[in-house]
């Protein structure tokens, strides 16, 4: 029986999370992509704290497509996470392919200063 989409982004994000935890040193920077927005946030697992998040609808993110959206976040998310003094971070994909708006939101967070 195959998957359904949702169940087979489940079970990625399973098997990514065993490995990728976020802790005080180097948090997790976590990406969730809808249909028409895109969402980054760097979170401290051992602690339960989100120490910094980005998205396509903050109000100084203008972008005319989805992948310019992503690169902006990317940046957005790299300038706050530097601002908040951290320069490392594991990528935690969420069981999405790494490709298009993904890559773009990784590629340009790491133009910005982030190490991963």
């Given at each position: 029986m195959a998957l359904s989409k949702l169940q087979r982004r489940?079970?990625?994000?399973?098997?990514?999370?065993?490995i990728i935890?976020?802790?005080?040193?180097k948090p997790r920077?976590?990406?969730f992509r809808s249909n028409k927005e895109i969402y980054?946030?760097?979170v401290d697992d051992v602690n339960g704290v989100t120490l910094a998040s980005a998205s396509s609808r903050d109000k100084g993110i203008k972008a005319s497509s989805k992948v310019e959206a992503?690169?902006?976040?990317?940046?957005?998310i790299?300038?706050?996470a530097t601002k908040a003094g951290l320069e490392k971070v594991a990528f935690d994909?969420?069981?999405?392919?790494?490709?298009g708006r993904v890559k773009v939101?990784?590629?340009?967070?790491?133009?910005?200063?982030?190490?991963?």
């Open positions: 489940t079970r990625i994000k399973r098997r990514i999370r065993k935890s976020g802790t005080a040193s920077l976590s990406v980054a946030q760097i992503a690169a902006a976040v990317g940046k957005a790299a300038e706050i994909r969420n069981g999405y392919l790494y490709h939101l990784a590629e340009a967070a790491r133009e910005s200063g982030l190490k991963f």
